[in-house]
C-alpha cells in the first residue's frame, strides 16, 4: 500500500482509553469542514487510513479514528490492522460507551486547526456506522451523515422521523455474514429504513451496488472509487455553507 502523507494524534475518552487517529488534510489554510470516519468490527486498519487521505482530496479534514482496540470477524481478511492497544474495548454501537467515544473525537475534530467546528460529518462502516447512526438520532451534532454497510434494527427504522442530518447510505445488494455482515445489515432492512426516512421527508440519499457485499468497500476497487467520488460531492453540497 502506498505511503499516506497524514498527522496522528491521539484522543481521550476519559474513563475508557486513549484512541490514535488519523488526521488528513487537504491543501491549503482552510478553514474546512471536517469528516470523522469510524471502522468496522474488523477493527482500525491501514485501509480507513487511505480513505481518510482520499477524502481530504475533496476539501476536507478528514479524520480516521480507532474508536476501539482489537478486531474480529470474518471482515478482518480484507483489512492491513493499524495497532492501538490504549483505545477502548469494543462497545456496542447502541452502548452509552460508544456515543461517548463518538462525542470526546467530535470534541477533538472540532478543536483542530483549520477546521470549522459547526461544518462536521460522521461517517461509519458496519459497527462504526451503528455507532454514527444512533449518536445522530439519540444526540445530535452532525451536519451531515454516511453510512457504509450499516445496520438497521427496528426501533431505529421506527426512530427514522428524528434524523437531524442528511443522510449518505451505501449497501451492496449481496450483504451478507459470510464477509462481515450480520442479520442487521440485511439489504431489505436498509432498504426499509431509507422509505422510512423519505416518508419521514428527511434528507436521504441511497445508492445499492448491485452484487456489493458487505466489505466491497475494501474489496472491489470500483465500488472504492464510487463511493468516494460520491461522497465527496454529498457533502460538498451539504457542508459548503
Known sequence: METVAVEWVKVAAPGLGVMLAAVARPPGAGPFPAILVLHGS?????EYVRLARDLSGGGLIAVAACWFR???GPGVAFVTPVACPDAPPMPGATS??????VDALLKAIRGLPGARPHR?????????????????????GAQAVVLNSA????QLVEAASQANAPILMLH????????GGAALSNVQMARDFESAL???????????????????????AAQYRDEVQRIVAFLQRHLRN
Open 42 to 46: 474488523h477493527g482500525f486498519a491501514q
Open 70 to 72: 482489537g478486531g474480529e
Open 96 to 101: 452509552p460507551e460508544a456515543m461517548q467515544t
Open 120 to 140: 462536521i460529518a460522521l461517517f461509519g462502516h458496519s459497527r462504526g456506522g451503528g455507532a454514527v447512526l444512533n449518536y445522530m438520532l439519540r444526540i445530535g
Open 151 to 154: 445496520g438497521y434494527p427496528s
Open 172 to 179: 451492496g445488494t449481496a450483504d451478507s455474514p459470510t464477509d
Open 198 to 220: 423519505l416518508a419521514a421527508r428527511k434528507p436521504v440519499e441511497a445508492v445499492f451496488y448491485e452484487g456489493g457485499r458487505h466489505n466491497g468497500l475494501f474489496s472491489n
